[in-house]
């Protein structure tokens, strides 16, 4: 089986409004995390090769509970797809509960293998972001890193922001592996599906 066929067809088990009604803390799972923006649905869909397996809109802020996947035939390999942070055309009120929502799944899941951070290739790096990758260094869980939109920049500006970003994450001093990505035409894809394998030790 290639690291193609372990993603596709991808099923869409459940979507939760907290990490208490989840399945059984069993297995391993790797959580997707991202600006409202970022376009992580649409990362998602690409990875499974499903256009419609997470819910994509025009208007950010669609994913606001935990929306649970499993790999095909393989109920304790999941993907967990968190809500959007950041978007300021909701209230304030509702933006620290998808926060919670976030926190509490973070802190409590023993199944979680990896964390995947999504940012816009153009705007990475806002407070929000860098409080996932500080939790990821205190916590020692390993992250993946991916910049998404990269069709957005010529080839030569994607190299730069790219190694920018690298720098930047360096300066943490932690274990990570970051990539430029575009969900539309697919460029790293490959790369993603072989981290992400090593992720849930597939």
């Given at each position: 089986?290639?690291?193609?066929?372990?993603?596709?067809?991808?099923?869409?088990?459940?979507?939760?409004?907290?990490?208490?009604?989840?399945?059984?803390?069993?297995?391993?799972?790797?959580?997707?995390?991202?600006?409202?923006?970022?376009?992580?649905?649409?990362?998602?869909?690409?990875?499974?090769?499903?256009?419609?397996?997470?819910?994509?809109?025009?208007?950010?802020?669609?994913?606001?509970?935990?929306?649970?996947?499993?790999?095909?035939?393989?109920?304790?390999?999941?993907?967990?797809?968190?809500?959007?942070?950041g978007y300021a055309k909701v209230s304030k009120s509702t933006r620290t509960e998808w926060g919670l929502i976030i926190d509490e799944y973070l802190n409590s899941r023993k199944s979680?293998?990896?964390?995947?951070?999504?940012?816009?290739?153009?705007?990475?790096?806002?407070?929000?972001?860098?409080?996932?990758?500080?939790?990821?260094?205190?916590?020692?869980?390993?992250?993946?890193?991916?910049?998404?939109?990269?069709?957005k920049l010529s080839k030569n500006q994607s190299r730069i922001e790219l190694e920018k970003s690298k720098k930047l994450i360096k300066e943490i001093s932690i274990d990570f592996e970051?990539?430029?990505?575009?969900?539309?035409?697919?460029?790293?894809?490959?790369?993603?599906?072989?981290?992400?394998?090593?992720?849930?030790?597939?």
């Open positions: 089986m290639t690291a193609k066929d372990t993603f596709t067809n991808a099923m869409f088990i459940g979507s939760f409004p907290s990490h208490k009604g989840l399945p059984e803390d069993l297995g391993d799972e790797i959580a997707f995390c991202g600006r409202s923006n970022s376009g992580k649905s649409s990362v998602i869909n690409a990875l499974t090769n499903n256009k419609k397996l997470a819910k994509t809109s025009k208007t950010p802020g669609r994913t606001q509970s935990i929306n649970l996947f499993c790999l095909k035939n393989n109920e304790n390999k999941r993907l967990i797809d968190l809500p959007g942070y979680l293998k990896g964390l995947v951070v999504i940012m816009d290739i153009r705007h990475p790096f806002k407070d929000s972001d860098k409080i996932l990758i500080n939790w990821s260094k205190k916590t020692k869980t390993p992250l993946l890193v991916i910049l998404n939109k990269a069709d970051i990539m430029a990505f575009s969900s539309k035409d697919l460029n790293g894809l490959n790369e993603l599906h072989k981290s992400l394998e090593r992720l849930l030790l597939l």
